[in-house]
């Protein structure tokens, strides 16, 4: 896999920060290191993929909800001054909140995320019918 032209910007919690490695243990022995241990999964899929370059974001400890808040807050997705503008602020107009969903599909396009089949809810009057009578 070739990525030399993407940047990897990794978000998560102490299992992404690194902690209990070998190079991520404060003095203590017990608290994780002042930083990103740079044996942790994301410098390992950097090399194994070829990135450009990685940035451990990860907060050891953190929650999903604070990982979500991270990635939001986040200022290298976008340099657009409008939208970072709508992510900063939310959407003052139909026209913005329409923008920022389709920021939230490019963002889920780039992280591989696709939305599952809707169910199929229908039914006809004949086949409730049916199941009522029984």
Known sequence: MD?????????????TYGHGLIDCIADDGI?????????????CLKSIANF???ENMAIAGSSNKMIAKEV????KYTTNKME?????????????????Q????????VKGIKDPEP?????SFKEWNGRVDS
Do not use: M
Not at 3 to 15: H, I, P, Q, R, T
Not at 31 to 43: D, L, R, V, Y
Not at 102 to 107: G, H
């Open 102 to 109: 389709a920021l939230f599909s490019n963002w889920k396009k």
């Open 31 to 43: 608290s994780h290191g002042p930083k990103p241990s740079a044996i942790a999964w994301p410098n």
């Open 84 to 100: 970072l503008e709508l992510l900063e602020n939310g959407p003052k107009s139909l026209s913005q909140s329409w923008h920022l």
């Open 3 to 15: 990525c030399k032209e993407y940047d990897l910007v990794a978000f998560g919690c102490s299992f």
């Open 52 to 54: 450009r370059t990685v």
């Open 72 to 75: 939001i807050d986040y200022k």
């Open 119 to 123: 169910l199929n809810l229908q039914s």
